[in-house]
């Protein structure tokens, strides 16, 4: 989606634009913490045993160290419930490389770009509780947009059943959030989602979709922001409600092995159509948060 934009801020207005989208990000990853290491402790422990676990936080500065070109904070939990979570926040600038640059709206005329966002996967220890994704973003080139998104992955064999319970109230979370900002754009970022998310060499969906949407410039910063927020605080409400739904469901090692398939399914998507993961790797991102995303255990049988 390109959406008509107005012409680019002045300098002053454009930092402005960039702290604030940098501090929303940052704050967003606190309460999202927060609540996943809340999780942590209330899971109960007949079925995880041992200690809630908390996060780690791990600073990362972008490039050789020679001149200031931004950096990141990965936050990763390996806990009991939360088999592998990573809530990372990143704040990039510098150039892109001429060929990547080719390929990246308003970069054409003009490579130096800035980008700040947050991006996580939530990979559970029990297969009963979907794993998770969501991430959001602000770029700016000669240019400046939002994109991001949401999407829920089931593990178990209702993978596909748009039917099921967790599914329709992640929709229905993501409905409303999409709807108070504009009429269509529920439909057609679910749409998006659904196209986005397919894995086409096997011709199927990597999970029951969400929403995605990129290039977002309708020409008011601060209703695109606004909506961007919305996204942040409807993960924030949703996710971990579902979450206490189905952690005190018992699994079996059958329902496992179908988990680990699925995450495979996970992996082959991120390393071959992963927009995020591309741009990352492109832009000189940190390789381990970037590829974070990676299932801590994956079959293909």
Do not use: C
């Given at each position: 989606m390109t959406d008509t934009a107005a012409s680019p801020p002045d300098p002053h207005a454009l930092a402005v634009r960039r702290d604030r989208t940098r501090a929303w990000f940052e704050a967003l990853r606190d309460r999202i913490c927060a609540e996943f290491e809340q999780?942590?402790?209330?899971?109960?422990?007949?079925?995880?045993?041992?200690?809630?676990?908390?996060?780690?936080?791990t600073p990362w500065r972008r490039g050789d160290g020679s001149e200031d070109q931004g950096g990141g904070v990965m936050g990763m939990m390996h806990g009991r419930l939360f088999e592998k979570v990573g809530v990372h926040v990143s704040t990039v600038y510098g150039e892109f490389n001429p060929d990547f640059?080719?390929?990246?709206?308003?970069?054409?005329?003009?490579?130096?770009?800035?980008?700040?966002?947050?991006?996580?996967?939530?990979?559970?220890?029990?297969?009963h509780v979907p794993a998770v994704h969501m991430n959001t973003r602000f770029i700016t080139t000669t240019v400046n947009w939002f994109?991001?998104?949401?999407?829920?992955?089931?593990?178990?064999?209702?993978?596909?059943?748009?039917?099921?319970?967790?599914?329709?109230?992640?929709?229905a979370a993501a409905r409303a959030a999409c709807d108070a900002h504009g009429a269509d754009y529920f439909e057609r970022f679910k749409t998006w989602a659904d196209e986005y998310f397919w894995l086409r060499h096997r011709n199927e969906p990597r999970g029951v979709g969400g929403i995605f949407y990129d290039h977002l410039d309708t020409g008011d910063f601060e209703a695109d922001?606004?909506?961007?927020?919305?996204?942040?605080?409807?993960?924030?409400?949703?996710?971990?409600?579902?979450?206490?739904?189905?952690?005190?469901?018992?699994?079996?090692?059958?329902d496992r092995h179908e988990q680990c398939v699925r995450r495979g399914r996970y992996a082959e998507f991120?390393?071959?159509?992963?927009?995020?993961?591309?741009f990352g790797l492109e832009t000189g991102g940190n390789v381990n948060s970037i590829l974070s995303s990676m299932p801590p255990e994956a079959r293909w049988p």
């Open positions: 999780l942590e402790t209330e899971a109960p422990d007949d079925l995880y045993p041992g200690e809630p676990a908390r996060f780690e936080f640059a080719k390929n990246i709206r308003g970069a054409q005329t003009d490579p130096r770009f800035f980008a700040t966002g947050i991006s996580l996967i939530a990979h559970m220890r029990n297969p994109g991001g998104g949401m999407d829920l992955n089931p593990t178990q064999d209702y993978q596909r059943r748009q039917d099921f319970e967790d599914a329709k109230d992640f929709h922001f606004a909506f961007t927020r919305d996204v942040g605080e409807a993960f924030l409400d949703i996710y971990p409600r579902i979450v206490r739904r189905r952690m005190a469901t018992a699994w079996t090692e059958a991120n390393l071959l159509y992963d927009r995020g993961t591309k």
